[in-house]
């Protein structure tokens, strides 16, 4: 089956510093990656979409000078973290999609401390 | 706007019972699509059942089976013979195969399992 690998499975960073998280879709080829992020005990929160080859599409409220989205080619997007504060410690989670309206695969999720 | 309400923050089962967890959407699509995913205490995502809107069958995957009712919008899971294994946190999600391109979750139903 489709598997979707996502590393680090968790990151410890000072404050200040950047983290980068990769999401590989291993046997298939994603048009559309998502990104999101998700708080103790609470839902997914989708932060942005980002197709192959094209900028990122960032929902509201989240800053994409700060959380920077690339998706390189159809196997590989990443988020990176640029000055992380503590604020910014959660669990991201990265998904893909071969085609609209088939199940999304999930990346098993990277945990992010920022001291 | 689409969005996606699950009414029941938390839920409990005795082992071996049946459970329903709801779930209700709106939106002024016909055509889409919608999924329940489970988050177990691994944090992984996984995909529970997938529903397409058109279709007038309620889907099944073994022990677990959904109640769609367009008209009312409404999208509720039943697990039958739960099992320790079910304790997790269970999303309702619908995706529009029309204009943007995303996955809305609910808030989750946390569900426990008792022996």
């Known amino acids: 089956g489709a598997v979707v690998s996502q590393h680090p499975s968790w990151v410890i960073c000072k404050s200040g510093t950047s983290v980068k998280i990769e999401c590989r879709s291993l046997d298939f080829q994603a048009t559309t990656m998502f990104w999101y992020r998700q708080f103790p005990k609470q839902s997914l929160m989708l932060m942005a979409t980002?197709?192959?080859?094209?900028?990122?599409?960032?929902e509201q409220g989240v800053e994409k000078d700060k959380f920077l989205i690339n998706h390189a080619s159809l196997t590989l997007s990443t988020l990176t973290v640029t000055s992380a504060h503590p604020e910014d410690s959660s669990f991201y989670i990265c998904?893909?999609?071969?085609?609209?309206?088939?199940?999304?695969?999930f990346g098993s999720g990277t945990q992010l401390s920022v001291l | 706007a689409q969005t996606v309400t699950q009414s029941q923050p938390e839920m409990s089962v005795q082992e071996a019972e049946t459970v329903t967890l709801s779930c209700t959407y709106d939106?002024?699509?016909?055509?889409?699509?919608l999924f329940w995913y489970k988050q177990p205490p691994s944090r992984q995502m996984i995909l529970v059942i997938r529903?397409?809107?058109?279709?007038?069958q309620n889907a099944t995957e073994n022990r677990f089976s959904v109640n769609f009712q367009k008209a009312a919008k409404s999208f509720s899971l039943k697990i039958s013979d739960s099992q320790l294994g079910d304790t997790a946190m269970y999303f309702c999600a619908f995706m529009s195969p029309s204009g943007t391109y995303k996955y809305i979750f609910g808030t989750g139903t946390r569900l426990k399992v008792l022996a």
């Open positions: 980002s197709n192959e080859g094209s900028k990122a599409t960032y």
């Open positions: 998904s893909a999609s071969r085609v609209r309206g088939e199940k999304l695969f």
């Open positions: 939106t002024s699509e016909s055509n889409y699509y």
């Open positions: 529903q397409e809107a058109y279709k007038q």
